[in-house]
């Protein structure tokens, strides 16, 4: 059981090229998530997916989009990346609207 | 607005010993509160949770208090281990799905 599967884990862009962060969970959980994690700070949330067909901005949309491609998969594409888009991205999934969060490993991203 | 606080980013403590990492949050309609250890290189993993009708809730030697007098919580992990290591996160159900503290990083002193 794998559980929430995010690749690639490490990416190095240069300022203004693009990227999409695959994640997938094999949970058949209904909502999905994007966080950030920046040093010193918590987990900001990105952009989050309650179910199958829809998507919601969190707190830090700008410079991100997503894709909620099937229940499975939930994308996250940045068009024209930003050094202040280097972090750690986190995809999440939960059965519901609320409960655990469950964690996939991360995805190391550096723009230079 | 709503923000999850941590007291301490640092917190050391001799193996065997309890530790207890505390966790203030801003937002007093919240009604849901969980806390994630996350292991270097690796994303969070659920703890223990909390509802906001109760005060007291105990898992496997954790323990969590909700005060929502005072709008906080703490995580007592009883014996501390050494693969307790890890930084702690507390989270609160807001507006934008959980809220996350900073983090507070647990050593444990062989």
């Known amino acids: 059981n794998a559980g929430v599967t995010q690749t690639p884990k490490f990416q190095v862009l240069k300022t203004g090229q693009s990227m999409t962060l695959q994640c997938a969970q094999d949970m058949n959980h209904n909502s999905m998530y994007w966080y950030r994690q920046d040093p010193g700070m918590g987990l900001r949330l990105i952009y989050y997916s309650a179910s199958e067909g829809t998507t919601d901005k969190g707190e830090v949309p700008n410079g991100y989009n997503v894709s909620r491609l099937n229940k499975r998969e939930f994308s996250l594409r940045l068009e024209s990346a930003a050094p202040s888009q280097t972090s750690v991205y986190f995809c999440?999934?939960?059965?519901?609207?609320?409960?655990?969060?469950?964690f996939g490993e991360g995805s190391r991203l550096t723009v230079l | 607005g709503e923000s999850v606080g941590l007291h301490l980013p640092t917190l050391s403590v001799q193996e065997g010993d309890n530790s207890i990492i505390n966790c203030a949050y801003s937002?007093?309609?919240?009604?849901?509160f969980i806390w994630y250890k996350q292991e270097s290189g690796k994303g969070p993993q659920f703890i223990i949770d909390?509802?906001?009708?109760?005060d007291k809730r105990q898992g496997q030697r954790v323990t969590v208090l909700l005060n929502k007098t005072v709008k906080h919580l703490s995580l007592q992990i009883a014996a501390t281990q050494p693969g307790d290591s890890a930084v702690y996160f507390c989270?609160?159900?807001?507006?934008?799905?959980?809220?996350f503290g900073t983090g507070t990083r647990l050593k444990v002193l062989a």
């Open positions: 937002n007093s309609a919240s009604d849901y």
């Open positions: 999440a999934s939960s059965e519901g609207y609320t409960g655990e969060l469950f």
């Open positions: 909390i509802r906001s009708n109760m």
């Open positions: 989270a609160e159900m807001g507006t934008y799905k959980y809220i």
